[in-house]
């Protein structure tokens, strides 16, 4: 059942609901920081177009992260096609 979880995201108050606190909470630490990070550097910005490049950051993160475990995904199959050729080839030799 979900609950509801009190937050600051960049200063500003909300009640979020979900099931796992400590994840949104997590999540909410990264934003956090993010907006955070972009204040130091683009000080005349506002609150809402920090929060805005936060969140593309993080939105090009996830997909960089998503993008490797597909290379990853790739690289491995390939490996173990490798493999089961090999074995298969080895499997089918005569026994001298």
């Given at each position: 059942?979900?609950?509801?979880?009190?937050v600051t995201i960049?200063?500003?108050d909300l009640t979020l609901?979900?099931?796992?606190?400590?994840s949104?909470?997590?999540s909410v630490r990264e934003?956090?920081?993010q907006i955070q990070t972009l204040s130091q550097s683009l000080r005349e910005q506002s609150t809402p177009t920090?929060?805005?490049?936060?969140a593309l950051n993080l939105a090009e993160r996830c997909?960089?992260?998503?993008?490797?475990r597909e290379r990853d995904m790739r690289y491995l199959l390939s490996e173990l096609?490798?493999?089961?050729?090999?074995?298969?080839?080895?499997w089918n030799q005569p026994v001298v």
């Amino acid at each position: 059942m979900s609950k509801a979880i009190r937050v600051t995201i960049g200063g500003k108050d909300l009640t979020l609901r979900g099931e796992d606190e400590e994840s949104i909470k997590k999540s909410v630490r990264e934003v956090n920081l993010q907006i955070q990070t972009l204040s130091q550097s683009l000080r005349e910005q506002s609150t809402p177009t920090l929060s805005l490049l936060a969140a593309l950051n993080l939105a090009e993160r996830c997909l960089n992260a998503e993008e490797g475990r597909e290379r990853d995904m790739r690289y491995l199959l390939s490996e173990l096609e490798k493999m089961t050729s090999y074995f298969e080839r080895a499997w089918n030799q005569p026994v001298v």
